[in-house]
């Protein structure tokens, strides 16, 4: 069971059968990770990660589980912010990328790889409306830079409409497109033309587009902003007010992407198909790092009449591909969507009975497949509810732009007797936040 110390996954106890006695092993390892997180990384992270509940050391992972060095397990709930779709350590994708390592190395980018074509044509086929071409980078903020240097060289225009609490990364472009000034007022000037107006509000929208105005960007469902679901007409009608303005819709799909709404892409919920999307997180079944922004063949004839003016050394390496066809391809044999869905209505129907006993703590249990959150009634109550859910065997994290929400967002291949199992653990946690008193 998530929590205890007994359930470990075949191979481990080979692993540690060293002479060491496993409590000093682990010891060791966390003094000196901890130690070389304070003098070489940054001591802050570990002081954050601890406050957070997520000081833990991964040693092992399973399905929708990891182990601590201790040998405690949990089931992840935190995903690294949606990246293990696929489960921790997908065997299937380890062992496509295995036999992948015994040819091939990353590849150069200055060559034609047939893993990079391959996966592009798969993106092709499973993409939403008419997204073709595909351009690889390694993290989401580089596919939002690209997505966004791509509307703004295709349209010749530079106005770009983001989403107040968007978040879209930290890089050249996608910092400006992020919604929340905290991450950006260090590092002004910052590339400009970006206006940010609120999300879910189709006046604000309609106000907000101009002559000038390239491309909107938003995601499907705000991840950092706090799990926010827009209304049904909200997408359609973005897409709608865009055709008729002229103006490029952008989806951020990073959070929402491959599976984790219950469909393959977020926006295929709405009906909606943008004109260049951008994946990450989940693409390479959380094996090695790899990211794309997808797009029409109009859009690509910008790209196409400059081929080199956007470059990099390490996006869409032969590695990386290999790793992302395999996660795609497991997807679908598995209909992880499906999946998502259903065990989305458990988990949210299970959050929902608990929450409703602890009115004084918790306000609302929202989201859509396996993306979901819980807003407590004040933003101190998160980091006690990851701390005990932590006791209990679940790894949670608050969104970052909206800390009053803490996020459920497990590995799409979660059963549902750990459904349950969350819910449990949710509802003992509750208990002893109210015991502590608000
Ligand atoms: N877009 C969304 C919706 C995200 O959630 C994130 C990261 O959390 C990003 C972009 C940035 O991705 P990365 O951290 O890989 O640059």
Same mark, same amino acid.
């Given at each position: 069971m998530a929590g205890t110390r007994r359930n470990e996954p075949k191979g481990r106890k080979a692993l540690e059968a060293g002479q060491v006695p496993r409590a000093a092993a682990e010891s060791r390892l966390r003094a000196e990770t901890i130690e070389g997180y304070n003098r070489h990384v940054n001591p802050y992270v570990v002081r954050a990660l601890s406050a957070a509940s997520l000081d833990i050391i991964e040693t092992s992972r399973e399905g929708a589980r990891v182990w601590d060095a201790d040998g405690t397990c949990y089931i992840d709930c935190a995903t690294g912010a949606g990246i293990f779709n696929c489960g921790r350590r997908n065997p299937e994708i380890a062992a496509r990328l295995k036999a992948a390592l015994e040819r091939a190395d990353m *590849? /150069?980018?200055l060559s034609l790889m047939p893993e990079r074509a391959r996966l592009a044509k798969k993106l092709a086929e499973i993409a939403p409306g008419r997204l073709q071409y595909s351009f690889f980078t390694c993290g989401g903020g580089e596919a939002v830079d690209t997505a966004i240097k791509l509307a703004r060289g295709y349209t010749g225009k530079s106005r770009i409409v983001a989403m107040r609490n968007g978040y879209h990364g930290v890089t050249g472009f996608a910092l400006p497109a992020t919604g929340r000034e905290v991450y950006k007022s260090p590092f002004e000037p910052l590339a400009p033309g970006f206006v940010h107006i609120p999300y879910n509000d189709l006046r604000a929208l309609e106000d907000a587009l101009? =002559?000038?105005?390239a491309a909107v960007i938003m995601e499907t469902v705000q991840g950092e902003g706090g799990i926010v679901v827009p209304d049904d007409g909200y997408l359609p009608a973005v897409r709608r007010l865009c055709d008729e303005r002229s103006v490029l819709l952008i989806l951020d799909e990073i959070q929402t992407g491959l599976g984790r709404t219950g469909k393959m892409f977020g926006c295929e919920n709405w009906g909606v198909a943008p004109d260049i999307m951008c994946l990450a997180k989940a693409l390479s079944g959380g094996m090695i790092p790899i990211s794309a922004a997808i797009y029409t063949p109009e859009i690509a004839d910008f790209f196409i009449a400059n081929p080199f003016i956007h470059i990099n /050394?390490? *996006? *869409?390496t032969a590695l990386a591909c290999t790793a992302a066809l395999a996660a795609i391809e497991y997807i679908e044999t598995n209909d992880l969507p499906r999946h998502a869905a259903a065990m989305g209505d458990r988990l949210r129907r299970g959050l929902r009975e608990v929450a409703a006993g602890y009115p004084e703590l918790a306000r609302e249990v929202r989201g859509i497949g396996l993306m979901n959150g819980i807003e407590y009634?004040? =933003? /101190?109550?998160g980091p006690r509810m990851s701390l005990q859910l932590k006791r209990n065997g679940v790894l949670s994290i608050y969104t970052f732009n909206n800390p009053k929400v803490v996020r459920i967002m497990p590995p799409l291949v979660i059963t549902a007797a750990e459904v349950d199992a969350v819910v449990e653990a949710f509802d003992r946690a509750m208990a002893a936040v109210r015991a502590q008193g608000i």
């Amino acid at each position: 069971m998530a929590g205890t110390r007994r359930n470990e996954p075949k191979g481990r106890k080979a692993l540690e059968a060293g002479q060491v006695p496993r409590a000093a092993a682990e010891s060791r390892l966390r003094a000196e990770t901890i130690e070389g997180y304070n003098r070489h990384v940054n001591p802050y992270v570990v002081r954050a990660l601890s406050a957070a509940s997520l000081d833990i050391i991964e040693t092992s992972r399973e399905g929708a589980r990891v182990w601590d060095a201790d040998g405690t397990c949990y089931i992840d709930c935190a995903t690294g912010a949606g990246i293990f779709n696929c489960g921790r350590r997908n065997p299937e994708i380890a062992a496509r990328l295995k036999a992948a390592l015994e040819r091939a190395d990353m *590849g /150069s980018w200055l060559s034609l790889m047939p893993e990079r074509a391959r996966l592009a044509k798969k993106l092709a086929e499973i993409a939403p409306g008419r997204l073709q071409y595909s351009f690889f980078t390694c993290g989401g903020g580089e596919a939002v830079d690209t997505a966004i240097k791509l509307a703004r060289g295709y349209t010749g225009k530079s106005r770009i409409v983001a989403m107040r609490n968007g978040y879209h990364g930290v890089t050249g472009f996608a910092l400006p497109a992020t919604g929340r000034e905290v991450y950006k007022s260090p590092f002004e000037p910052l590339a400009p033309g970006f206006v940010h107006i609120p999300y879910n509000d189709l006046r604000a929208l309609e106000d907000a587009l101009d =002559e000038d105005t390239a491309a909107v960007i938003m995601e499907t469902v705000q991840g950092e902003g706090g799990i926010v679901v827009p209304d049904d007409g909200y997408l359609p009608a973005v897409r709608r007010l865009c055709d008729e303005r002229s103006v490029l819709l952008i989806l951020d799909e990073i959070q929402t992407g491959l599976g984790r709404t219950g469909k393959m892409f977020g926006c295929e919920n709405w009906g909606v198909a943008p004109d260049i999307m951008c994946l990450a997180k989940a693409l390479s079944g959380g094996m090695i790092p790899i990211s794309a922004a997808i797009y029409t063949p109009e859009i690509a004839d910008f790209f196409i009449a400059n081929p080199f003016i956007h470059i990099n /050394s390490f *996006g *869409g390496t032969a590695l990386a591909c290999t790793a992302a066809l395999a996660a795609i391809e497991y997807i679908e044999t598995n209909d992880l969507p499906r999946h998502a869905a259903a065990m989305g209505d458990r988990l949210r129907r299970g959050l929902r009975e608990v929450a409703a006993g602890y009115p004084e703590l918790a306000r609302e249990v929202r989201g859509i497949g396996l993306m979901n959150g819980i807003e407590y009634c004040d =933003e /101190s109550i998160g980091p006690r509810m990851s701390l005990q859910l932590k006791r209990n065997g679940v790894l949670s994290i608050y969104t970052f732009n909206n800390p009053k929400v803490v996020r459920i967002m497990p590995p799409l291949v979660i059963t549902a007797a750990e459904v349950d199992a969350v819910v449990e653990a949710f509802d003992r946690a509750m208990a002893a936040v109210r015991a502590q008193g608000i």
